[in-house]
């Protein structure tokens, strides 16, 4: 039997965890996905690493976790009370820049930025404009998505926008792409 998180925690886990559940915010990524992501920022240092979603911060905190000192962090949201508790708690750390805005228009606006990490958890960069989040990608550079497995709360047609997703993924011949029926689903991508 293998346990699953034996990493310590971030420092800021338990108070933005506080936070999110005060707030009411269910959409937090899950403890899983975020050992992950701390172990595959830690492969890219002195990188710049770009998270859509940034949510309250939980895999914000993770993420800062796994990147070395010389590496950077931008991460975005379009909801300012969430990003306000990710303030809050992260704001300290000078490698973390943190946005409020739309993901669209911001990967319209940005799309000459190059990162060697990305972690995709909302719809602009993952279901809306994914092969613009895509060149934004540098070669060798990691692009990571979850909740690709069935959860009981998807809306009508999301399975449909799912299997969209994998698909143009695999019709890439520009990335190699691994599905893990693991945690919510993970998939991890890397370009060629
Ligand atoms: C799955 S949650 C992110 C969870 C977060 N990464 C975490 O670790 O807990 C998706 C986030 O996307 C944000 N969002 C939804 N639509 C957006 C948009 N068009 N532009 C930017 N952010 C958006 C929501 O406010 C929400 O915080």
Same mark, same amino acid.
């Given at each position: 039997?293998?346990?699953?998180?034996?990493?310590? =925690?971030?420092?800021?886990?338990?108070?933005?965890?506080?936070?999110?559940?005060?707030?009411?915010?269910? &959409?937090?990524?899950?403890?899983?996905?975020?050992?992950? @992501?701390?172990?595959?920022?830690?492969? !890219?240092?002195?990188? /710049?690493?770009?998270?859509?979603?940034?949510?309250?911060?939980?895999?914000?905190?993770?993420?800062?976790?796994?990147?070395?000192?010389?590496?950077?962090?931008?991460?975005?949201?379009?909801?300012?009370?969430?990003?306000?508790?990710?303030?809050?708690?992260?704001?300290?750390? !000078?490698?973390?820049? @943190?946005?409020?805005?739309?993901?669209?228009?911001?990967?319209?606006?940005?799309?000459? @930025? !190059?990162?060697?990490? $990305?972690?995709?958890?909302?719809?602009?960069?993952? =279901?809306?404009?994914?092969?613009?989040?895509?060149? *934004?990608?540098?070669?060798?550079?990691?692009?990571? $998505?979850?909740? *690709? +497995?069935?959860?009981?709360?998807?809306?009508?047609?999301?399975?449909?926008?799912?299997?969209?997703? +994998? &698909?143009? @993924?695999?019709? /890439? &011949?520009? +990335?190699?792409?691994? !599905?893990?029926?693991?945690?919510?689903?993970?998939?991890?991508?890397?370009?060629?």
């Amino acid at each position: 039997m293998i346990e699953e998180v034996t990493t310590e =925690y971030p420092s800021a886990y338990d108070s933005i965890k506080k936070a999110t559940q005060a707030c009411g915010f269910l &959409q937090m990524s899950e403890i899983s996905t975020c050992t992950l @992501l701390k172990t595959l920022a830690a492969s !890219k240092p002195g990188s /710049r690493f770009l998270e859509l979603g940034t949510g309250t911060g939980l895999a914000t905190a993770w993420i800062l976790d796994g990147m070395d000192k010389d590496s950077t962090l931008m991460s975005l949201d379009n909801e300012e009370s969430l990003l306000h508790i990710a303030k809050e708690n992260l704001g300290v750390d !000078k490698r973390l820049t @943190l946005i409020c805005a739309d993901g669209n228009e911001w990967i319209k606006k940005n799309s000459r @930025l !190059k990162f060697s990490f $990305i972690f995709a958890d909302t719809w602009p960069g993952k =279901y809306m404009l994914l092969n613009e989040a895509l060149e *934004m990608l540098e070669k060798g550079g990691i692009y990571i $998505i979850d909740d *690709m +497995l069935p959860q009981p709360n998807w809306p009508e047609g999301h399975a449909d926008k799912v299997a969209g997703l +994998l &698909q143009a @993924l695999d019709d /890439r &011949q520009d +990335l190699a792409v691994t !599905k893990m029926g693991w945690a919510s689903g993970v998939v991890i991508v890397v370009k060629k």
